[in-house]
């Protein structure tokens, strides 16, 4: 999984703890083990481990540093619990240079927490300022918007859309993808008739929480969502209340698989790509390994967005994009002024057209960077995706909006996966959202 965290609870960070960086690190570049103590090496925490897609591009863009530069990179890849690895190896004192990772849940509080430093000038003394565009930097600022601090320095963009499985759908006699979520009950109906799952969802984590809120602010205008998210007033606030009643007539008519309140999103694209579901909502991260998984899965998907209901505030369905994914965040010792130097040799050799392109072609990526990337955007998935604005409106993404309350509501969530009433989960929402 490349682009959100597994839900568990929020823990304090322990003054003794055993962190991942107190073992021994990967090494990208053979070095001594004295290494990490040298002001000639960078030591990383990246999102992007082994098995993920954009692992081989991260790697080529290292050893490509190394042999340029002789400075050696050790490599600690992130565990799912990334935030809470990284916290606990500042609190041993084994803290990284650099972490490599999503702006999302504990990570959006990083900077205020002294983990991290605003890389608001590092923007302009290593000549990204007129690289970088100016709405995936605001994505990284504190608040989501111009003006904040800026968090870390954003590289993988993504979107967000509706996978559909267009043979399954002809296989149970649905000869188009539902644009409303009346054809898209009339279609669930249709699929369950074939033996064939609808829309499958990991309605116990980060994947079902995303789809809850692409429903949920079907009739809401985006500032309302967004406070909402933020501060709270699911149940008092009539349009949300209204999107929320809408998810649960959804469920309730069977659009979602069964048991789709059990799954995590393993379970979700294990349905999807096996050909047991018809429909999934997934990221752009999945492409290239939609693909990788040999069954045919890529060339039988056409990507749309959510159908939206009579009434709706969008004119088209709905699909996510944005810039929180995997960025870099730098830390107060890679700050540090015998480090920073290095540091700064390290990102912008990731920002390097070539670079970038070579992420877009094995990852899927959209990239944060001005230029043209389309030559490098080999996968069909990626090609249909950046065709997605003509055929889609784009949802307010829940992420920077709801910050630390994340993991409290996909507990939420999960109960509104199964059998909670819409007054159950507004209220449990709002509780979750105050702490």
Request: net charge negative.
């Amino acid at each position: 999984m490349d682009h959100r965290t597994r839900p568990r609870s929020l823990r304090t960070v322990a003054a003794f703890v055993v962190s991942a960086l107190a073992l021994a690190p990967t090494l990208v570049a053979c070095g001594g083990d004295d290494s990490a103590a040298s002001s000639d090496a960078i030591d990383i925490v990246t999102r992007w481990s082994a098995g993920n897609s954009a692992a081989a591009a991260q790697n080529r863009v290292l050893q490509a540093f190394t042999a340029e530069t002789g400075i050696k990179v050790n490599v600690t890849e992130g565990l799912e619990t990334i935030d809470d690895q990284v916290e606990n190896a500042v609190a041993a004192g084994k803290s990284p240079d650099v972490v490599i990772v999503n702006l999302f849940d504990k990570t959006l509080g990083w900077l205020d927490a002294g983990v991290t430093v605003n890389a608001d000038k590092y923007v302009k003394e290593w000549g990204l300022e007129g690289k970088l565009k100016p709405a995936a930097l605001d994505e990284w600022r504190v608040g989501g918007a111009a003006g904040g601090e800026l968090q870390g320095l954003p590289f993988s963009g993504f979107s967000w859309p509706l996978w559909y499985n267009t043979d399954l759908l002809k296989q149970a006699g649905v000869d188009r993808i539902p644009a409303t979520t009346d054809e898209l009950v009339a279609a669930a109906g249709k699929l369950r008739a074939a033996n064939i799952g609808p829309l499958a969802v990991g309605g116990n984590d980060w994947t079902g929480q995303k789809l809850f809120y692409q429903i949920a602010q079907s009739y809401t205008d985006a500032k309302t969502m967004q406070q909402v998210m933020q501060k709270g007033g699911y149940c008092s606030t009539e349009k949300v209340l209204d999107g929320i009643k809408l998810f649960t007539q959804l469920r309730d008519a069977g659009v979602f698989v069964d048991n789709a309140a059990g799954l995590i999103a393993d379970g979700m694209y294990a349905a999807y790509y096996s050909g047991k579901a018809a429909i999934m909502p997934a990221g752009s991260w999945a492409y290239t390994e939609s693909t990788a998984a040999g069954t045919g899965i890529d060339k039988r998907t056409t990507l749309g967005g959510f159908p939206v209901p009579s009434g709706s505030t969008f004119k088209k369905p709905t699909a996510f994009r944005g810039f929180t994914g995997v960025g870099f965040m730098i830390t107060k010792r890679g700050a540090e002024p015998d480090r920073i130097d290095n540091v700064r040799k390290l990102v912008t050799k990731f920002y390097a057209d070539t670079a970038v392109g070579d992420f877009v072609k094995d990852s899927g990526i959209l990239p944060p960077t001005t230029g043209d990337f389309a030559s490098y955007a080999t996968n069909p998935l990626l090609s249909q995706s950046l065709g997605l604005d003509s055929t889609v409106d784009y949802a307010v993404l829940p992420d920077v909006w709801i910050g630390s309350a994340s993991d409290r509501i996909i507990q939420v969530l999960t109960g509104a996966y199964g059998k909670s009433t819409p007054q159950q989960i507004c209220a449990g929402l709002d509780t979750a959202t105050k702490g």
